[in-house]
T-cell receptor, first 111, second 112 residues
């Protein structure tokens, strides 16, 4: 069972570079989420999507963009990476009121 | 606004000790409550949940009871094992968008 798959698992960027994190789920879930996890801060919601073609801002959306062109994929983009975006990023998905399923995370370092 | 407060860690216990990790919440309406666990290098996994007042969630020897009167959802286990070492997150779900609000996490170390 693949569940929620995040790629890449690790990445190092220089300040100002751009990149896209990919999240794919094979559970036919409607809802998908992107979080960042920082020491002492728990998980904070960046953006989320309640269905194909729809996205919404979470708690900390600045500096990120997302797209949900296909139901199974949720992309998180950094247009111009900053050191403050160094973090571990988690994607999650859920079906209606069911609990969220998480990927294994992407560790991103911005130099 | 809605929020979750859980005890700060790290919590260090000996194997077979009794565990309590406190969690309290603030929410409008009637939230669902969760405990998630994160093992090293992995994502979060649902440990247990409760959807209404007085519900008790349980899994793998862990338990938590939804206490509306004290707005609490404390995690307990009678006899911890080294394999329980992880970070534990209390969380609540509110609203139609299925958004979850997480506490900051409590790191648990179990010594053999």
């Amino acid at each position: 069972n693949a569940g929620v798959t995040q790629t890449p698992k690790f990445r190092v960027l220089k300040t100002g570079q751009s990149m896209t994190l990919l999240c794919a789920q094979d559970m036919n879930h409607e809802y998908m989420y992107w979080y960042r996890q920082d020491p002492g801060m728990g998980l904070r919601l960046i953006h989320y999507s309640v269905g194909e073609g729809t996205t919404a801002k979470g708690e900390v959306p600045d500096g990120y963009n997302v797209s949900r062109l296909k139901k199974q994929n949720f992309l998180l983009g950094l247009e111009s990476a900053a050191p403050s975006q160094t973090s571990v990023y988690f994607c999650a998905s859920s079906l209606g009121s069911q609990p969220q399923h998480f990927g294994d995370g992407t560790r991103l370092s911005i130099l | 606004g809605d929020s979750v407060t859980q005890m700060e860690g790290p919590v260090t216990l000996s194997e077979e000790a009794f565990l309590t990790i406190n969690c309290t919440y603030t929410a409008t309406g009637y939230p669902s409550l969760f405990w998630y666990v994160q093992y090293p290098g992995e994502g979060l996994q649902l440990l247990l949940k409760a959807t209404k007042a007085d519900d008790k969630g349980s899994n793998k020897g862990f338990e938590a009871t939804y206490r509306k009167e004290t707005t609490s959802f404390h995690l307990e286990k009678g006899s911890v094992q080294v394999s329980d070492s992880a970070v534990y997150f209390c969380a609540l779900r509110v609203g139609r968008d299925d958004k979850i609000i997480f506490g900051k996490g409590t790191r648990l170390h179990i010594l053999p």
